[in-house]
């Protein structure tokens, strides 16, 4: 893989000389608002816009461009294309487009001010420009061409905004560590330490190269897509040891993109159902986008499914038509299992219409589904390095000869890897016994009607579990930032509050969860496991990554960190209204430094599943994981064609859906009896 030096120049020699005799360049600036002509209509080919960047701004400062309509099946000059993120509407700039005044966002105005060269013309295809927005049929023909277009392009520059502080050195960091890292030597040395599974890891992530190049711009600063994945792959097994999910987090997006490069046009990964639930975590300033984006990368036959990229359609109606062909074809109802919160920008959306909103944090699928997961190491990730890497430690200890340090940790990149290569999916969940659609009608207005059985009802629950606990680096980065003593020490106590609240919250709900299922240690569980054995399964989701003699231990030494929280909260009670900040802090410092042992990372990581969720008892007397939303008096229900039960909300004319749940007991059809299903509306 070749490298690039990390300068603007990288950006140059890509740039296009634009030399086209038939068109003028006209001087002046007429302010005149810049009208579309209309594309030639398809039966004459398919045709594009290109948009010239010119080196010189005009005499008003504005940043000058041509647009040219192009043939993307003949002559196509040499171009690139550009990757941003559109922002607001709100604040817009003018530039001047063919002589002629014409508006576009704040980001794009940065991002073409940056990339201008100094004595010659850029031509780069963008989206914003390119294609007509207020014209929704040429959209609508534009978007279906954007992977050839891509991939078409020479160059992809993926603008990430203006340069601050740390960009450059970040960047310039990332560059030095792919080039040490892909070097001979460094490789012959991972290779020798590691007798294979580490260097294994790495070349299967970071792989790219189905695609044209990519490159990142920040500022005045680029660097090449793919020696950015060399530097996050570094980073990646770095952090694997700890529990951290907002560590592995930020690197989500890259993970999913790198994946994306990576996947052949017939690869399983592609189907678009998977697609959908992988996305979830990035924005879309129309939310249509969010499929009609996808409709380029899919390898689901749409033409077979009646699906097509139509900006002329309403929101709504191109999320309930696409997702009802979707799960009517797959025969299940998998994709409502993507329902987590209500729409914020369309309020009256059906509630059984997953909202695909960015939102953080990405919550884990309760059923085993993978999601973006599919698209990063051995199509498995973030809970199986971390137990890996907790097991092993992956640090020395004192009394640890070198030759056993080094045997534990191949030991461990072997098991992965012995992973990898059965591939056996995640256990899926059939709470209604693997049954198919009956009943499924799309009514008029947007109304689902299903086939349903109704099995419990909400009881109890507790608070929803939101914090994670601190990361050490914020406070290195809070001293990092500050630029006198003064400002380090108030920084420094801004974080501790930060960090003692965080724990503090942490803990509460913790032990508000753990009272809550203690209050009933005298009562037999209805499957007559013991009540600890339902309880740590509930919490786990049914999580199977060890043993359940191992898990047993790690849970009850994860227990064992509420003890010191349980009394505190038995202080604070006795003490009524009285709020000690000591009494916090100490609970903070006693629950930080334990949560952070060897011993209690395996459980920490298989508790995800539990952020952002409620721990309820049912009426029945079931332990579940429902959805922020839940509240006592919500139904629980089996729907015909589901892996889930879902809680669902008595409401006028049907039922408002609240959310797939995990209730321990009837996850394997133990509930289930098709006789007594009969029709459900979820409006």
């Keep these: 893989m070749a490298y690039h030096t990390f300068s603007d120049t990288d950006l140059d020699e890509d740039a296009v000389e634009w030399n086209d005799p038939g068109f003028d360049v006209q001087e002046g600036y007429d302010f005149d608002p810049y009208v579309y002509e209309r594309l030639p209509p398809s039966n004459h080919g398919r045709f594009i816009r290109l948009v010239e960047v010119l080196p010189e701004l005009n005499e008003a400062g504005s940043v000058q461009c041509y647009i040219h309509e192009i043939s993307l099946d003949e002559n196509m000059p040499k171009y690139q294309t550009l990757s941003y993120n559109w922002g607001t509407i709100s604040d817009m700039y003018n530039i001047s487009c063919n002589g002629q005044r014409l508006k576009i966002t704040q980001t794009l105005h940065r991002a073409l001010l940056a990339l201008r060269l100094p004595d010659k013309s850029r031509l780069i295809w963008i989206d914003q420009l390119s294609i007509n927005q207020q014209d929704n049929i040429e959209k609508t023909q534009q978007v279906a061409m954007m992977r050839d277009i891509y991939q078409g392009s020479s160059l992809t520059?993926?603008?990430?905004?203006?340069?601050?502080?740390?960009?450059?050195?970040?960047?310039?960091?990332?560059?030095?560590?792919?080039?040490?890292?892909?070097?001979?030597?460094?490789?012959?040395?991972?290779?020798?330490?590691?007798?294979?599974?580490?260097?294994?890891?790495?070349?299967?992530?970071?792989?790219?190269?189905?695609?044209?190049?990519?490159?990142?711009?920040?500022?005045?600063?680029?660097?090449?897509?793919?020696?950015?994945?060399?530097?996050?792959?570094?980073?990646?097994?770095?952090?694997?040891?700890?529990?951290?999910?907002?560590?592995?987090?930020?690197?989500?997006?890259?993970?999913?993109?790198?994946?994306?490069?990576?996947?052949?046009?017939?690869?399983?990964?592609?189907?678009?159902?998977?697609?959908?639930?992988?996305?979830?975590?990035?924005?879309?300033?129309?939310?249509?986008?969010?499929?009609?984006?996808?409709?380029?990368?899919?390898?689901?036959?749409?033409?077979?499914?009646?699906?097509?990229?139509?900006?002329?359609?309403?929101?709504?109606?191109?999320?309930?038509?696409?997702?009802?062909?979707?799960?009517?074809?797959?025969?299940?109802?998998?994709?409502?299992?993507?329902?987590?919160?209500?729409?914020?920008?369309?309020?009256?959306?059906?509630?059984?219409?997953?909202?695909?909103?960015?939102?953080?944090?990405?919550?884990?699928?309760?059923?085993?589904?993978?999601?973006?997961?599919?698209?990063?190491?051995?199509?498995?990730?973030?809970?199986?390095?971390?137990?890996?890497?907790?097991?092993?430690?992956?640090?020395?200890?004192?009394?640890?000869?070198?030759?056993?340090?080094t045997a534990t940790i191949e030991q461990a990149y072997d098991e992965l890897s012995e992973d990898e290569e059965v591939d056996e999916p995640l256990p899926v969940l059939a709470v209604s016994q693997g049954s198919t659609l009956s009943t499924f009608v799309l009514e008029d207005n947007g109304a689902l009607r299903l086939s349903g059985q109704l099995v419990d009802k909400v009881h109890d629950t507790s608070s929803v579990l939101e914090a994670r606990l601190f990361d050490a680096g914020e406070y290195a980065m809070a001293i990092d930032e500050s630029g006198t003593v003064r400002s380090a020490l108030g920084s420094f106590g801004d974080v501790t509050k930060t960090i003692f609240r965080r724990v503090r919250d942490y803990a509460q709900a913790l032990t508000e969860r753990d009272q809550m299922v203690m209050m009933r240690k005298h009562i037999t569980y209805p499957t007559g496991e013991p009540l600890l054995t339902a309880y740590r399964k509930a919490l786990t989701a049914g999580s199977l990554v060890l043993e359940d003699e191992d898990a047993e231990k790690v849970f009850a030494k994860w227990r064992r960190l509420l003890m010191s929280a349980q009394m505190m909260a038995r202080v604070r009670k006795t003490l009524g209204n009285f709020r000690s900040s000591g009494v916090s802090t100490l609970a903070g410092l006693i629950i930080g430094n334990q949560t952070v042992t060897r011993e209690t990372r395996v459980f920490f990581a298989m508790t995800e599943a539990s952020y952002g969720r409620r721990l309820s008892w049912t009426s029945k007397g079931y332990l579940a994981l429902l959805p922020e939303a839940a509240i006592k008096g919500d139904l629980v229900v089996i729907l015909r064609g589901g892996r889930l039960p879902f809680v669902v909300r008595p409401i006028e004319h049907g039922h408002r859906l609240i959310g797939p749940a995990y209730v321990h007991g009837i996850m394997n059809g133990e509930a289930y009896d098709e006789e007594s299903c009969g029709d459900l509306r979820l409006v």
Excluded at 371 to 382: A, L, P, S, Y
């Design 157 to 405: 520059i993926a603008w990430l905004g203006d340069a601050t502080d740390d960009t450059d050195i970040a960047l310039k960091a990332a560059h030095r560590i792919a080039v040490a890292v892909t070097s001979d030597t460094v490789q012959d040395a991972l290779q020798g330490r590691f007798t294979g599974p580490l260097s294994n890891q790495l070349r299967n992530l970071l792989e790219a190269g189905v695609s044209e190049r990519v490159l990142l711009r920040c500022g005045g600063a680029s660097l090449d897509f793919d020696e950015l994945m060399w530097a996050v792959g570094i980073a990646l097994v770095a952090i694997t040891e700890r529990s951290s999910a907002a560590s592995i987090g930020a690197l989500q997006h890259l993970m999913f993109l790198s994946g994306i490069r990576q996947a052949k046009r017939s690869d399983e990964r592609l189907r678009l159902p998977r697609l959908l639930e992988a996305v979830q975590m990035f924005g879309a300033t129309d939310p249509r986008d969010k499929f009609f984006a996808l409709f380029g990368l899919t390898r689901t036959d749409l033409s077979r499914l009646d699906l097509q990229t139509d900006y002329s359609a309403p929101t709504d109606f191109v999320y309930t038509r696409t997702l009802t062909k979707l799960m009517k074809d797959a025969g299940n109802l998998d994709l409502l299992e993507l329902v987590n919160k209500p729409w914020k920008s369309m309020p009256t959306m059906p509630s059984w219409v997953p909202s695909l909103e960015a939102k953080w944090p990405f919550l884990e699928s309760l059923s085993g589904s993978r999601g973006w997961t599919d698209f990063v190491i051995g199509g498995k990730m973030r809970r199986q390095l971390v137990v890996v890497a907790a097991k092993s430690s992956m640090a020395k200890k004192n009394d640890e000869s070198e030759e056993e340090w």
